[in-house]
């Protein structure tokens, strides 16, 4: 975790300072199934960009999740989740290179979240080995910004 924090990642919504997350990490949904993912509530089409610099590893749409974005950091040891867009960034595609900061997506209630509450569902994994980058363990994003 101080790895990631030393490269200073940005709160992925344009216009959310770090004082104004909520950490909603613990939190079951479902029941028991634990969030283990921030929400960042925010107006629909409101920008979405790249915590840090990094690659994009997949771009998906689930029922649940919604669009979604997968990215690496430059190291290749953490993926960044970016779930409940209402648009992927025009040309954004798999494999491309990212600076921290630069537009990926906007907010949205894609997947199965409420449309009267627009939110990015941003979750960070810790990864062993980035040839399978799903399968890494969950950070509460909550502590990268305000862990300090
Ligand atoms: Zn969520």
Redesign the pocket.
Known sequence: MIALRNQQPVVPVAGVTADKLID?FD?L?GGTRR?N???IMAPRNTPVVAATAGKILKLHNSVAGGLTVYASDPTERYVFLY??LETFRTGLAEGALVRRGEIIGFVGSSGN?SLLAP?????ITRNDDMRSWWKGNPLNPFLIYRGR
């Open positions: 909603s939190d949904r969030h993912a921030l929400d779930g409940h979240a939110h990015l569902h941003f979750a």
